[in-house]
């Protein structure tokens, strides 16, 4: 019999980072960012590149987050 495996903070984090740079590259998530940087120069903001890609980032992990409780929700 062996042990349970119990992830540590560095395995956490880099499946964390994987997730995160697979969003990245999607074309979904580019798309995005394209139409926020668009939409943040015209209205004159600072560090529009830095913003939207936060933004879009935001928005595809409270996406996530919101399909997952959804899944739960639904699976009861």
Sequence with gaps: MGYPKIDTPDEEVKRW??????????EEFQSLKREL?????????????????QDALYAFLAQEEDDNRTYQYNSC
């Design 17 to 26: 980072l994987n997730h995160i740079a697979l969003i990245c590259v999607s």
């Design 37 to 53: 940087e668009s939409l943040y120069v015209r209205s004159n903001m600072d560090n529009v590149r830095i913003t939207a890609f």
